[in-house]
């Protein structure tokens, strides 16, 4: 990839760049483009869950090593977080899923970030990302996404997500993590399929396991 961004996925001749772009050339190509919503009620649902979706304030609280600056960043998060609970409240009142028992693009997206930045940001920075009593339809929607087989089969233990977040939240660099740190901490860790490395770093991660596996 020449921007040295992940996720990118080459498949034969294509390459493809960016998370929600690699999310729907695969509903495309695996002709489940139904993950975007069958209705005209269901597009705009899942299209503006997408648009709500900002990955970049889980990193700012994980990358914020000031702490008069945290709660800020805490509270642009949890803000966040809020508008996602009352669409998903709205949409479906029982769920799990955004779309109810239909698994949407809305969870492909968000997911693979409450595995990755939970576990790491309780750690680091000693907040709890998505407490049931405040997002209790988020939570439902993350408790669903993992009892899926799918999802249980490229899964990865939350200490591997501590390591590789390391660099972010203890290291000079608020950037992106240097290439050569993160193949060193994949390498070190089993994994248990192509899927679960690539959601290492990558929003789209979930969608190569679950929305195009056989009903997982």
């Known amino acids: 990839n020449a921007s040295g961004t992940v996720p990118y996925l080459i498949d034969g001749p294509v390459s493809v760049p960016e998370s929600m772009i690699v999310v729907e050339y695969l509903a495309k190509r695996y002709h489940r483009e139904d993950v975007f ?3 005209p ?9 997408l648009s709500l979706i900002n990955p970049g304030h889980f990193y700012q609280v994980l990358t914020c090593r000031d702490p008069a600056a945290l709660a800020g960043k805490e509270q642009a998060m949890k803000k ?15 769920g799990p899923y955004l779309l109810g028992d239909k698994l949407s693009a809305a969870e492909i997206s968000l ?3 409450f595995e990755r930045m939970i ?5 680091y920075r000693n907040i709890d990302v998505l407490p049931e009593e405040s997002f209790p339809r988020l939570h439902r929607a993350f408790i669903a996404c993992g009892a899926r087989n799918a999802f249980r089969a490229t899964t990865s233990d939350p200490r591997f997500f501590i390591d590789v977040y390391r660099l972010y939240a203890k290291g000079d660099r608020a950037g992106a993590l240097p290439p050569n740190a993160m193949v060193k901490t994949i390498r070190s860790r089993p994994m248990t399929s192509v899927a679960a490395t690539l959601a290492v770093g990558i929003a789209a991660g979930l969608s190569l396991s679950i929305a195009f596996s056989r009903r997982a």
Request: aromatic share 8%.
């Open 41 to 49: 009620k269901e597009v705009k649902a899942v299209r503006l869950a």
């Open 111 to 113: 997911v693979p970030f």
């Open 80 to 94: 966040m977080l809020a508008q996602l609970e009352d669409l998903y409240a709205k949409e479906s009142e029982s």
């Open 37 to 39: 919503g069958e209705t």
């Open 119 to 123: 576990p790491s940001i309780n750690y």
